[in-house]
């Protein structure tokens, strides 16, 4: 029976989460999947954690050495029997309805040909991170991934969440075996050349691990000479044939910021070879250089005006401060003298009133008196 999905999980020293992510598959709602597990050579225990399980629906295989990421994708891609294809990364994991969710979507959508899903960024030990996580805010987005301007350096679909419809995947072809870290990019934007349309279930349904270990970021001279090729040879002819000069603009300025924050003659000739030839490739890369060397400078001077602007507020906050214990004090002595006053007042008061007491009594004696003499009252 052909399954409705193939999942295509490659795997490299992953044998602290490969267990997860095979046992996120079989406790799929969904049950009508295959998974193909290859191994490509680790040197770790993965091969032992994949060995143990035993599902007729999973075919594990281990290379006799390491081919890579995108080899070793494609050699299950070309075994894969299901309607759709889905990756799953080995330090990834699916939540128990991602294959349901998925299958009721291209049910309900006959046109797409890539459905996507939202992440939970998870830390090492599969606990959600705080606040969602760098790589959640980035993935987690919503938007229109059938418009151009979505896949100017931007990759918002997490390839962990894709399910692709294998006619389309096949017709596409391969991933890039020569790409190292922006095959999934450069395959999406195959898909969206060729016709293909993308949807997002905008629900997280994948668990995406970030371990500090995670490829797409970690050679960014890589990434970006992966990225001008990518540009050159696909994204920027066929921009220019729809039309949106804007976009291939924008693409370059891009290139241009990111050189001038590298720094590199090396990579800028590199670069500028891809996207412009060779004949002018040295007089742009010096335009990048010294568009740094000015980025440079322009940043010590901000930052001595920072570093200036935070010593004022400093003073400023010592004057405060200064102020506000001064203040304190006088607040202090003028209470206690008014309480002091207070307390003065009601001792002249009670004094007061005693002397009043008194000579009432007083009054009251002679008043007395002089009506006994006159006999107004008789003697007692």
């Excluded at 998925?102 to 959600?128: K, S, Y």
């Excluded at 890369?285 to 010590?300: Q, S, T």
């Excluded at 008196?369 to 009252?377: D, M």
Aim: charged share 25%; aromatic share 10%.
């Amino acid at each position: 029976m052909v399954p409705y999905f193939s999942i295509i999980m490659a795997s490299f020293n992953y044998a602290p989460y490969i267990g997860a992510a095979i046992e996120s598959v079989i406790s799929q709602s969904f049950q009508s999947w295959e998974l193909l597990i290859v191994d490509d050579c680790s040197e770790d225990a993965s091969w032992q954690v994949i060995s143990k399980y035993k599902d007729d629906r999973i075919q594990a295989w281990r290379n006799p050495r390491n081919l890579g990421a995108c080899p070793t994708y494609n050699q299950a891609l070309h075994r894969a029997r299901g309607q759709y294809i889905c990756c799953l990364d080995a330090d990834d994991f699916f939540f128990p309805g991602k294959l349901q969710q998925q299958a009721d979507f291209f049910a309900a959508h006959p046109d797409i040909d890539v459905c996507g899903t939202f992440v939970t960024e998870v830390d090492q030990g599969g606990l959600p991170s705080a606040a969602g996580g760098s790589y959640a805010d980035w993935f987690n987005v919503p938007g229109d991934l059938n418009d151009p301007a979505s896949w100017v350096w931007e990759n918002r679909l997490c390839h962990s969440g894709t399910a692709v419809r294998a006619t389309r995947h096949h017709e596409v072809g391969d991933f890039d075996p020569l790409l190292v870290y922006t095959p999934d990019w450069q395959f999406w934007i195959r898909v969206m050349l060729a016709g293909g349309r993308f949807a997002v279930i905008q629900e997280p349904l994948v668990g995406y691990r970030n371990h500090g270990g995670n490829i797409t970021h970690r050679n960014r001279q890589g990434t970006i000479r992966e990225y001008a090729g990518i540009c050159a040879q696909l994204l920027f002819p066929r921009l220019r044939q729809m039309g949106r000069d804007d976009l291939v603009r924008k693409a370059s300025a891009e290139f241009i910021r990111r050189m001038a924050e590298e720094g590199s003659t090396e990579l800028g000739e590199t670069v500028a070879r891809q996207l412009f030839g060779e004949r002018d490739a040295a007089e742009i890369a010096a335009g990048w250089i010294e568009a740094a060397v000015k980025r440079e400078a322009e940043r010590r001077q901000n930052a001595r005006y920072l570093e200036e602007l935070q010593q004022g507020k400093n003073w400023l906050e010592d004057q405060w401060r200064s102020s506000a214990d001064e203040l304190a004090k006088l607040q202090a002595s003028a209470e206690a003298q008014h309480n002091a006053d207070v307390a003065r007042i009601e001792v002249l008061q009670a004094k007061v009133e005693a002397q009043a007491i008194a000579l009432e009594r007083i009054r009251g004696n002679r008043l007395v008196n002089l009506l006994r003499k006159i006999g107004a009252i008789d003697n007692v």
